[in-house]
Nanobody, 125 residues
């Protein structure tokens, strides 16, 4: 079992930055891929970014490429999402997730095994 707790959300103006953190506890987190998803009101949960077990492989959804960076620190059992140049359309609840496995990070929510409770990100125009 892995428990995930997100932090770092909040209200920011368009063009600003936030860094989300996802702290893991329980089973050895280094053997899991980490991912970030988001869900806006009335929309489905969508993949944002993923990182493999050692940080050597990452992937992003197209709308955030060049603006968001996912990383991890296995010594701290934490995955980060640095979000720059935020836009109002980035407003959503952001969820951290963990997937068992050592391959490339998956990009579909069905492939993730554990989830955090989410943190709200609101970008004002």
């Amino acid at each position: 079992q892995v428990q995930l707790v997100e932090s770092g959300g909040g209200l920011v103006q368009a063009g600003g930055s936030l860094r989300l953190s996802c702290a893991a506890s329980g089973h050895t987190f280094r053997w899991y891929a980490g991912g970030w998803f988001r869900q806006a009101p009335g929309k489905e949960r969508e993949f944002v970014a993923g990182v493999n077990w050692n940080g050597g492989s990452t992937q992003y959804t197209n709308p955030v490429k060049g603006r968001f960076t996912i990383s991890r620190d296995n010594a701290k059992s934490t995955v980060y999402l640095q979000m720059n140049s935020l836009r109002p359309e980035d407003t959503a609840i952001y969820y951290c997730a963990a997937a068992v496995g050592l391959g490339n990070p998956p990009n579909h929510f069905n492939d993730y095994d554990y989830w955090g409770q989410g943190t709200q990100v609101t970008v004002s125009s």
